[in-house]
């Protein structure tokens, strides 16, 4: 049976970006620790918003705090539709139980929302839920009816599809209000239009742990990042990140170079490489025992800062949609999706880089 994804990717396209407004929704039951609603926005891969069962609507980010406040409705919209998605969620999930064998923990999920590829023009929609770890049902967005992904996906189906109004509705903000919206958060978020070079550093958990050449507060996501030996590529022994966001409109990546079978003397011999679109030069720095940094410190040394804190956040949001949201095969989907190991790899990168202080201008 296919399995759950948790979040769209985008292509890193040479000349073109293609831009994502996602929404993710999660309801729960049986979790007492957590709320038994959430949602979050995101634009490329940055929260932008929040909301759960215990706290209204909040931008995130400056641009959509300055947005809001220039725009009250726009916030209004967003606190009335998660009270809404709230209360539909929980029926949902009652309806959903009725038919279960199972008792325990239940967790529904939706994610919807749309991509634009700001070269083309072209914008595309996407709607789907996912019930206990499965595919559950999604819409087509060509026909406007849905898709039972499962046998008990299928009485939600015949319900859905005779509600013509709910339809409607999902017709005009998939095709229509969600790509005007991307085009407008876009265009507030300045960030979005920048070109920004990162801090590069070497890092290693203890002394005979990989080394991790590491780059932070980079944008755009259009990067490539490996090592060299003697000045070229090399791959034996080399295991590559995905670019990961980071909590400040920015992004993250980082290549590991086991170093078990290589000679101390021979370190001058090997270098990382980061590559920026946008950037004539490649940023290189060489291994240097002396430019390792390590996160060997004690507890009490760990910074309570801005990357600590996302982790409050969105992480406790991603990790449960990372455990139960779905991975699928994506087989004439036309829609790229990150595998969930993305979350978990994040939320340890992330964990890493906040027990180390890494300024910028390394290199």
Known sequence: MRKLFVLLFF???AF???????YLLIGTSGLPDFPEFMATATVDE???GYCDSNKKAEPKQEWAKELVKND?????WYSERCLLHQQAFRLSMDNLKQGSDTEGPHVLQRLTGCEWDDETGETKGFDQFGYDGED???LDLKTFTWIALTPKAVNTKLNWDANIGLLEENKKFLNYQYPDWLKMYVHHGRFLQRTKKPSVSLLQRTPSSPISCFATHFYPDRAEMFWRKDGEEIHEGVEKGDILPNNDETFQMSVELNISSIKFEDWKRYDCV???SGIKDDLIIKLNKALIRTNRVSPSEFPVGPVVGAVVGIFVLVFIAGVFFWIKNNKGGGTNLLQA???YQRVGTILTVSRTTLPDGDV
Do not use: E, Y
């Not at 073109?16 to 996602?22: C, E, M």
């Not at 009250?72 to 209004?76: E, P, Q, T, Y």
């Open 136 to 138: 559950f049902i999604s």
């Open 341 to 343: 190991r993305f979350f």
């Open 72 to 76: 009250s409705g726009h916030l209004d």
């Open 16 to 22: 073109a970006v293609r831009h994502s407004l996602k």
């Open 274 to 276: 980061f590559q920026l």
């Open 11 to 13: 292509c890193n396209v």
């Open 46 to 48: 940055v929260q932008v």
